[in-house]
């Protein structure tokens, strides 16, 4: 666990001024839980998926070894190389020594939170090789020399204008105007740096132990690129990225896409399964996974907080999270993950000195819960975090010791029935400040969740006077 300091506070603070970048981000968001919800409510299962994700996840999680064991015979029956990583330091050690070993000099990445995680562009960079991100937001941050703020829209807080001028002082030029220049001039940049690349770098969406198959998921084919044309392929993971079986991975295959995007199935879908060396022209020589620990063993043995490994990297939590929002995206979270389930990864896999107020940074509303489509409870994990980080008795800050003076207000209310309705009527006022699709007011610089228009008792005593005038 970590101690208290002022970093996210300070950053949010700032971040909560950027008008600009929360209204960038608000669209987004907004626009990705609207297909969310669109595609969940075409599907008359989508409880019964969600709640089979769960057990195959935590049956995964119970049984790590396992499958880790059948993982890596199936690859390396194969002829591909399996290194279980057991720190940042282990990968970046293994992938320098690989570039180191074979004369790499260019890099193409897909999209893969776990290589942010480990910092694996600053380690090959620093050897020499030049390193260069091919999903397209990814490849707006790389060029801003930014981290993503959002798993899925790396490049969610910049405008058009933003990435047009961040490519014209880049990439040389004149100031494009439309996406469709914008994306052809990378398209023309990156289609050039396939052809010589020798080591494409991807992630994991999904690792079949039964099958010993890479499965991965993109819109913008550079992943497909990445993992044929250069001679060696190197996809790294969490190792909770497992899945037992091919008829496990179908559930996941029918929730990610719809829960992420929207989409029914995402353009490409690539199922990797060797064997390497491929025939000349058909594939890489060599495959190389690389998965990381970095903590998750021992947050897998943890009871009360082992399902935050069932996270799938969906981003459904953080587009409908308030303070996500309120935050203009995950740069000030200071962390590779960010939102909800990030505010739970933090203080468990990373000694950031500010990682302890994140699991603060939440309203426990509950959206981010009934988002995910594996049904991680995060209200329920950020309270259990936030225990243990109170009862580590570092010093109580200033905010610290607002929170528990409106705590105490809350319970002497809370006692009080007369003094309790009229809070709650006097609270209510806000709804009149206007409500947003996602049932929060969003005014003079809050975000909250208003009580809702009448009270249980009072809806009962409504409906109990309807049906006596009916009668
Ligand atoms: S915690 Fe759930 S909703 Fe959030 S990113 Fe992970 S799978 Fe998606």
Known sequence: MVRRSAGFVERSKIAVRN????????????RLSASRKFAWAQMDDIQELRLAAREKKAEVIAHLDTYLDTLTTKISSRGGHVFMARTVADMQDYLVNLIRTKGIQTVVKGKSMVSEEAHLNPAMEAYGAEVF???LGEYIVQLAGETPSHILGPAMHKTKEDIAALFSQKLGGPTLSTPEELTALARETLRRKFLTAGLGLTGV??????????VLLENEGNIRMSTTLPRI????????KIVPTFADLAVFLKLLPRT???????SYVSFINGPWPMPPGEGPEEFHLIILDNGRRRIAADPDLCSALFCIRCGACLNVCPVFRRLGGGHPYGFTYSGPIGAILAPLMSDLPDAAHLPFASTLCGACRDACPVMIDHPSLLLKLRYRIAGQKTPSSPRLLTEKLLVKAAGRVNRHLGLYQTAIRVARLTRTLGVDSNGLVTRAGLVFRPPAPRTYREMQRHLISKRKKNS
């Open 133 to 135: 991100e091919t999903d």
């Open 233 to 240: 392929h190197v996809a790294v993971m969490g190792l909770e």
């Open 260 to 266: 992420a995007t929207g989409q029914k199935m995402p």
């Open 205 to 214: 969406n999904f690792a079949v132990a039964e099958t010993g198959t890479i």
């Open 19 to 30: 008008q600009g970048v929360t209204a960038a981000v608000t669209g987004a968001v907004n």
